[in-house]
């Protein structure tokens, strides 16, 4: 899978994978979280950073762009957060605290989701390539799953 049409398609199979995690119940303290943010902040960090040399060849990125692009991890910020207060979290008969997808955090998933590929439309169209938004994916995906995992993890020690 070479060029943005394959890395869209790998953050696609990606999301799917980390959301489908979402619904399940699992343990909501734990540290299997933060390995992976990190390596989806680097990915992300990476592939913005080619995508934004890519379309630097010809031209400056415009002011839109770069406010556009920081626009969208501030959208992933806010929807993190918003899935973060719509997972359920609960303590078990074990004490243990747990937490799990609501069908309300379905809905945040498909608004974020929509939102995101909108917002790359929109980047491509003011640099004319249709590069620079899908190298967002990663970057995007490690702010609103860690901001999310940040709101979760606040409200599981709060039942501690």
Excluded: E
Excluded at 66 to 81: D, H, N
Excluded at 118 to 133: E, K, N, P, R, V
Aim: glycine share 14%.
């Amino acid at each position: 899978m070479h060029g943005p049409g394959g890395a869209t398609a790998v953050g696609l199979v990606v999301l799917a994978l980390l959301v489908v995690r979402q619904f399940r119940q699992r343990p909501a303290l734990g540290g299997g979280a933060v390995p992976m943010l990190c390596v989806l902040a680097a990915l992300g960090v990476v592939a913005l950073v080619f995508g934004v040399l890519s379309v630097t060849k010809a031209r400056p990125p415009a002011a839109l762009t770069i406010a556009l692009l920081v626009a969208g991890q501030v959208m992933a910020a806010g929807f993190g957060a918003a899935r973060g207060a719509t997972t359920r979290v609960w303590r078990d008969g074990d004490g243990t605290v747990l937490r799990q997808g609501t069908a309300a955090t379905a809905v945040l998933w498909l608004l974020s989701i929509g939102a995101h590929i909108g917002l790359d439309a929109w980047i491509d169209h003011t640099t004319g390539t249709g590069l620079l938004g899908p190298a967002t994916i990663y970057l995007y995906l490690a702010v609103t799953l860690g901001t999310q995992y940040l709101v979760v993890r606040r409200r599981a020690v709060a039942l501690g």
